[in-house]
């Protein structure tokens, strides 16, 4: 493991020279990933903001404008029914007509298709109708959400010959690449803050990765990344990987509604960090309606869930500007600690248009979720899970949240990834000699 | 005595193909317009109609994003080094 400062363009660029001639990003001479692509294909691109079409690459960014650019859907493509879905195997390439490539997808093959707990003593803390979890913390293989979208990235990054995978994480995503990238024999290359959780750390390293840590916060790291994208030919995951791995995001809206029954809630809280999960869970949630797929009923509201101590996308939600004022991030929840969200504005706008809203939960709070999840369900998640409950708890004692609603809650981490944020709220364990008369007297102790 | 704008790759082929530019002004918005003048078809990519950095690309004077620190009114020094970056990434 490395440490360095965010540094790479100065360090590179620094004298006024020109700098060398610009390539595309490559393939290097022994692009691992492009072995066997077989049939595989990624979409092709258009730009958000000004629709400029480009075709199937490893960019994120539109070059007219600098907006962020997403896969292109043929509308006329055929789509499959209930039945024909529910016929396919358990993982999130069961929605394959939604994701960014056609052909058949060869790497991460069994992520997704998470269970969908319901949870009526959640509901009872909520005051709501009927709760469930959306249990991302049993994702496979790294226990996060991020194993969704790193499944798109790396079959991007197959599509596109690239020969290494990287990204700019808090944590998740570096679990994620590092445990991906292992099972497909490639090489992965992971930037986090110096200071993040030891079982991130521990759980990137241990996948061989290659692991550096910036000194800076999330947003130093982000932005070292995106300097270096195209510089060694590598597919980053959530730089130059981003309009594909995104789309793998929509799968939990696809996983929740045919878990329903092939419905939607009424209501939808998820953690935001850079922005870009509620946006997809919209998306997804709009797709299935278009395609006749979810019954009755309007979108779900939306409702967004962040640290008081870095809720720069909850405070524009709740001041109902149309400006992201940039955070420097303080909080426990390392994993939403993004302090300039790239989707933040059109987070903010997503929740607005569905009716929803958004909550910015202290430290204090963050943890008692991670308590009342555990103990009304028996699932232990991470900060940012623990953030999702009670801004679930907030926005329910604010009057957001409705007695008749029916609510899931996004639940995107394992709590083993930071159990230094639980571990001093919890009591202490006796410890005993192995006789009976010592079990006795604690038993008689409650 | 000038400073330094590192440009995003896909914007260099604006600017004579260079990813470093060198720009003079009072501030980082006074040396992002020089830069415009001298390249006009990076104008557009760079300032909004009204001249406003858009809300999806990020400036760093010397590491340190200018909403922090002004904004375009943030005042520069020869020598200072700007970074143009488009957000692009979540965690």
């Known amino acids: 493991m490395t440490t360095i400062a965010?540094?790479?363009?100065?360090?590179?660029?620094?004298?006024?020279?020109?700098?060398?001639?610009?390539?595309?990003?490559?393939?290097?001479?022994?692009?691992?990933?492009?072995?066997?692509?077989?049939?595989?294909?990624?979409?092709?691109?258009?730009?958000?903001?000004?629709?400029?079409?480009?075709?199937?690459?490893?960019?994120?960014?539109?070059?007219?404008?600098l907006a962020p650019v997403e896969p292109v859907y043929d509308p006329d493509r055929s789509l499959p029914d209930r039945d024909a879905i529910a016929s396919r195997p358990t993982s999130l390439w069961r929605y394959r007509e939604w994701l960014p490539f056609t052909g058949t997808p060869t790497l991460s093959l069994d992520s997704g298709w998470t269970p969908l707990v319901e949870a009526p003593a959640l509901a009872r803390a909520l005051g709501v109708e009927r709760a469930w979890v959306?249990?991302?913390?049993?994702?496979?293989?790294?226990?996060?959400?991020?194993?969704?979208?790193?499944?798109?990235?790396?079959?991007?990054?197959?599509?596109?010959?690239?020969?290494?995978?990287?990204?700019?994480?808090?944590?998740?995503?570096?679990?994620?690449?590092?445990?991906?990238?292992?099972?497909?024999?490639?090489?992965?290359?992971?930037?986090?803050?110096?200071?993040?959780?030891?079982?991130?750390?521990?759980?990137?390293?241990?996948?061989?990765?290659?692991v550096v840590r910036v000194r800076g916060t999330y947003d130093d790291v982000n932005r070292l990344c995106a300097q270096i994208a195209d510089r060694f030919g590598w597919g980053i995951a959530n730089v130059n990987l981003r309009s594909y791995y995104g789309e793998g995001s929509k799968t939990v809206a696809f996983e929740i509604v045919e878990q329903l029954g092939w419905r939607f809630p009424t209501a939808v809280v998820a953690p935001m960090a850079g922005g870009s999960l509620v946006t997809k869970l919209r998306k997804g949630f709009a797709e299935f309606r278009g395609a006749g797929l979810a019954a009755g009923?309007?979108?779900?509201?939306?409702?967004?869930?962040?640290?008081?101590?870095?809720?720069?996308?909850?405070?524009?939600?709740?001041?109902?500007?149309?400006?992201?004022?940039?955070?420097?991030?303080n909080t426990i929840a390392r994993s939403l600690a993004i302090g300039n969200p790239a989707d933040g504005s059109l987070a903010a706008r997503t929740i607005h248009e569905t009716g929803g809203w958004a909550a910015a939960v202290s430290d204090e709070a963050i943890v008692r979720g991670i308590r009342v999840l555990a103990e009304t369900t028996g699932i232990f998640t991470e900060t940012a899970g623990g953030t999702t409950v009670a801004a679930?708890?907030?926005?329910?004692?604010?009057?957001?949240?409705?007695?008749?609603?029916?609510?899931?809650?996004?639940?995107?981490?394992?709590?083993?990834?930071?159990?230094?944020?639980?571990?001093?709220?919890?009591?202490?364990?006796?410890?005993?000699?192995?006789?009976?008369?010592?079990?006795?007297?604690?038993?008689?102790?409650? | 005595?000038?400073?330094?704008?590192?440009?995003?790759?896909?914007?260099?082929?604006?600017?004579?193909?260079?990813?470093?530019?060198?720009?003079?002004?009072?501030?980082?918005?006074?040396?992002?317009?020089?830069?415009?003048?001298?390249?006009?078809?990076?104008?557009?990519?760079?300032?909004?109609?009204?001249?406003?950095?858009?809300?999806f690309v990020t400036y760093y004077l010397n590491d340190e994003d200018i909403r922090f620190t002004g904004?375009?009114?943030?005042?520069?020094?020869?020598?200072?080094?700007?970074?143009?970056v488009p957000a692009v990434a979540g965690g």
Not at chain 1, 319 to 326: I, N
Not at chain 2, 71 to 84: I, W
Request: with cysteine; glycine share 10%; charged share 20%.
């Open chain 1, 6 to 65: 965010p540094r790479p363009a100065a360090a590179a660029e620094s004298g006024g020279h020109p700098a060398p001639p610009l390539d595309p990003p490559r393939t290097l001479s022994t692009p691992r990933l492009a072995s066997g692509a077989g049939a595989l294909r990624a979409l092709a691109l258009a730009c958000r903001e000004c629709d400029a079409a480009f075709e199937a690459g490893p960019i994120a960014i539109c070059e007219n404008c």
């Open chain 1, 134 to 210: 959306k249990n991302d913390s049993v994702s496979h293989p790294s226990l996060s959400f991020k194993d969704r979208v790193v499944a798109m990235a790396i079959n991007a990054a197959r599509a596109f010959g690239l020969d290494t995978l990287a990204c700019a994480s808090t944590g998740n995503l570096a679990n994620a690449v590092a445990a991906h990238a292992a099972r497909a024999g490639v090489p992965a290359w992971i930037f986090i803050p110096h200071d993040l959780e030891l079982g991130k750390v521990i759980g990137t390293l241990v996948f061989g990765a290659r």
């Open chain 1, 297 to 329: 009923g309007p979108l779900p509201r939306l409702y967004g869930a962040q640290a008081a101590g870095c809720g720069p996308i909850a405070r524009l939600v709740q001041s109902r500007g149309d400006r992201l004022v940039p955070e420097v991030p």
């Open chain 1, 392 to 446: 679930a708890l907030e926005l329910a004692r604010s009057g957001r949240l409705a007695p008749s609603d029916e609510v899931v809650l996004c639940i995107t981490g394992h709590g083993l990834k930071t159990v230094e944020a639980v571990a001093p709220t919890l009591t202490d364990t006796p410890t005993i000699g192995p006789r009976v008369r010592e079990v006795e007297a604690l038993v008689r102790e409650i």
């Open chain 2, 1 to 55: 005595m000038p400073i330094t704008i590192h440009l995003p790759n896909v914007l260099a082929k604006l600017a004579d193909g260079q990813r470093t530019v060198e720009a003079d002004g009072a501030t980082v918005g006074a040396a992002v317009g020089e830069v415009s003048a001298r390249f006009p078809a990076l104008r557009p990519r760079l300032v909004d109609d009204a001249g406003n950095p858009y809300p």
């Open chain 2, 71 to 84: 904004g375009f009114d943030a005042l520069v020094r020869d020598g200072d080094e700007v970074t143009v």
